[in-house]
C-alpha cells in the first residue's frame, strides 16, 4: 500500500519511485495506490503514457477501481464510479494493448450500476482456472456475504476479517 501516484503535490508518488513500484507486480507482488484519473483510460495513459511503464506491466495490475466527484452542487460528494480488470494476457493480434474489462460501471442517470456481462464472468472464471459454473458459485457467496455484512451499521475491520476468514473456511469444504 502506498501514497497516491501523481504529480499534483510533492508528498504524492511520482516518475521514478512510482514506476518502480508499479513494476513490483512482476516480483509477485501485490499492491494497491490511488491516482488522479477521471476514467480507466486516463489510469490507462498516466501509466504506460506519463510514467512509461511497458504495457505487460500495466496489464499486470489487475483491478482499477474510479472514484471520483459526484453532484452539480458543492459539497461534492466521492462516489464509486466505475471497477475495471485489466486483461492479463496478451493480444497476438497486439501485443501492446492494454484491455480492461468493465466489472462495474455506474449509471449517472438513476444512481444504479451495471455489471460485467457473462461473457467476462466466463473470460474472468478462466482466467481464475475454475469452472464457469465454480465462478458463478463462488462470486455469489461472496456478493451475499457482502450484502448480509452491509446491512445494518456496518462491520469495523475485525469483523470484516473473521467473514473474510469465515468465508474461506466454507469455501474449502467439499
Known amino acids: 500500500l502506498c501514497n497516491e501516484v501523481s504529480d499534483h503535490l510533492p508528498i504524492y508518488m511520482w516518475g521514478r519511485v512510482a514506476r518502480r513500484y508499479l513494476m513490483l507486480p ?16 486516463d489510469v490507462i495513459a498516466l501509466y504506460h503514457h506519463d510514467l512509461r511503464l511497458k504495457p505487460e506491466d500495466v496489464r499486470r495490475l489487475g ?13 461534492y460528494r466521492r462516489r464509486w464510479f466505475t471497477m475495471h480488470f485489466l486483461r492479463p494476457g496478451v493480444d497476438p ?4 494493448a492494454i484491455i480492461p474489462l ?9 444512481d ?14 478462466t482466467w481464475a ?11 455469489k457467496q461472496r456478493t451475499d456475504c457482502l450484502q448480509e455484512l452491509s446491512q445494518g ?20 469444504k467439499p
Request: proline content about 3%.
Open 26 to 41: 512482476a516480483q509477485g507482488y501485490h499492491i494497491a495506490t490511488s491516482v488522479h484519473a477521471d476514467t480507466i483510460d
Open 129 to 139: 482456472e475454475m469452472t464457469c459454473s465454480d465462478f458463478a458459485k463462488a462470486l
Open 112 to 125: 444504479t450500476f451495471e455489471h460485467a456481462d457473462q461473457a467476462i464472468l466466463d473470460e474472468l472464471a
Open 93 to 96: 493480434k497486439n501485443p501492446d
Open 63 to 75: 483491478l482499477v477501481v474510479n472514484i471520483g466527484l459526484a453532484g452539480r452542487a458543492y459539497p
Open 153 to 172: 451499521q456496518g462491520v469495523d475491520m475485525q469483523q470484516m476479517y473473521d467473514a473474510i476468514s469465515d468465508l474461506r473456511k466454507r469455501s474449502k
Open 102 to 110: 468493465p466489472l462495474s460501471l455506474w449509471n449517472n442517470y438513476d
